[in-house]
């Protein structure tokens, strides 16, 4: 079975619920992370946060990076 067999029929669920697959995995990480249980809990919603740069470019030149992060909500 190819990959894109097996993902197909999920497709329709988060589509029709007008999520992005992104979205969608993310919202299903989220659900599996609440279900742990200690210690394994807090472990992994520490790993939720997530660290990311930023560069806006102009004239074809990347101007000063951000680093930007997201925590959990």
Known sequence: MSAAA???GA???WRAA???YVSYANTCAALV??????PFKTQA???EQVHYKISKWSD???EKSVV???TPS
């Open 6 to 8: 097996g993902s197909g």
């Open 11 to 13: 497709a329709p669920f």
């Open 18 to 20: 007008g999520m992005t």
């Open 33 to 38: 992370r609440n279900c742990l249980k200690e």
């Open 45 to 47: 919603l520490t790993r």
């Open 60 to 62: 074809g030149v990347p």
């Open 68 to 70: 930007r992060e997201t």
